[in-house]
């Protein structure tokens, strides 16, 4: 319990995981949910019969859940395999009755009805299940890409994310970890941990865009490393209370470091670093405090023009927002009105605008355009 505290502190406290909770979009979904299946699974292996039962319903629910997230059947197939090829989860699964596996068969397969009719009628759907691109692949570029968001420690910095996705101090442990997987690979966690990250590594190395999807198998790593360390340090002193105590103090400074690295590279990098606020707008925050002004009522609205692409995202703004009203196409009678830069880069015959709204960005900070008769 000890080794699953410090390592949930540590992953939770890592840019990755900070991003991943923030980013407002289902990218967490598939982490989330492969790391409660795999709890889910131990627990039903672990505990007595009662609450296993109540654990193996819970770990078939995640895994048909996990099965409609992108990449999620590479877990769900990992486990199954997990489940015939090592001896005491093979075991355990042969005691459940026969009549208990057809039906949960039965249910399996209702609940995957739809997802089965999608991927026939699309098979865009397939792929993106699958985690496979919809373009050609360059695995040259895209193992230099990769290589490049997980270590790059002095490499400029083009993309969305961080980089590196962890510290020099959470590589380092995971190293550690890792080379303690592969000494105990004969165990239940080591053989989730490989039959789950080698498949999504593949899947990352043909499209590297889903390279946040090998947090849970990063966390099993980090798992190992922590476990590593607090064993060998009290091996070292089998005997000696003064010394497992004493040793209680680096690795809280261990802690302390990694957590306050991981939250700062966070809060740092994604405040100050221009090449990766390069991937990301202000613009909604810059709108709701005009949306906020003075000027600005319900039965006063602010007009907004925008264009085609962008009008799906500020209708929905406007949904929940009684004093925004947003149109494509600005009415000659309307003399009073506010355009996005796409717009106004669409329509160059608009006149001089009276005032300009602006980020703190050094490059295109010209965000949107208020417009009022002469």
Not at 130 to 141: D, M, Q, Y
Not at 157 to 169: A, I, R
């Amino acid at each position: 319990r000890n080794i699953a505290l410090i390592t949930t502190i540590l992953v939770t406290m890592t840019a990755q995981f900070l991003f991943l909770a923030q980013d407002g979009t289902p990218a967490i979904l598939f982490s989330c949910l492969t790391v409660w299946l795999l709890y889910a699974a131990t627990r039903a292996i672990r505990t007595k019969k009662f609450l296993s039962t109540l654990w193996k319903v819970t770990a078939c629910v995640l895994a048909a859940l996990l099965l409609y997230a992108p990449l999620g059947i590479y877990v769900v197939v990992a486990l199954g395999i997990l489940g015939v090829s090592h001896p005491h989860a093979r075991y355990t699964i042969l005691r459940v009755q026969r009549s208990r596996f057809a039906l949960a068969a039965v249910v399996g397969l209702v609940a995957m009805l739809p997802l089965i009719y999608a991927s026939i009628t699309n098979h865009d759907v397939l792929k993106q299940l699958f985690g496979l691109p919809l373009e050609s692949i360059n695995v040259g570029a895209n193992l230099r890409h990769l290589g490049t968001t997980l270590f790059g420690l002095f490499t400029s910095n083009k993309s969305y994310l961080v980089q590196p996705l962890y510290s020099v101090g959470m590589i380092l442990i995971m190293l550690i970890g890792l080379a303690s997987l592969l000494s105990h690979y004969y165990t239940a966690r080591s053989y989730a941990a490989l039959l789950v990250g080698l498949p999504l590594l593949g899947v990352v190395i043909s499209n590297p865009q889903l390279v946040t999807s090998l947090f849970p198998v990063v966390a099993i790593i980090i798992a190992f490393g922590v476990a590593w360390l607090i064993n060998h340090w009290y091996q070292m002193f089998p005997r000696n209370p003064y010394a497992r105590v004493a040793g209680l103090l680096p690795m809280t400074l261990l802690i302390g470091g990694l957590t306050l690295t991981g939250i700062g590279r966070y809060a740092e990098t994604y405040r100050y670093n221009p090449d990766v606020l390069a991937h990301y707008s202000s613009d909604v925050k810059l709108l709701n405090n005009q949306l906020q002004g003075d000027n600005v009522r319900v039965d006063r609205p602010m007009t907004l023009a925008v264009t085609e692409t962008e009008r799906p995202m500020y209708e929905m703004i406007a949904r929940y927002n009684d004093r925004l009203r947003v149109v494509t196409t600005v009415p000659e009678q309307q003399t009073v009105f506010t355009a996005t830069r796409a717009y106004r880069q669409q329509h160059r015959d608009l006149t001089r605008p009276a005032h300009i709204i602006t980020n703190a960005r050094a490059h295109d900070s010209n965000r949107f355009y208020q417009y009022e008769p002469l």
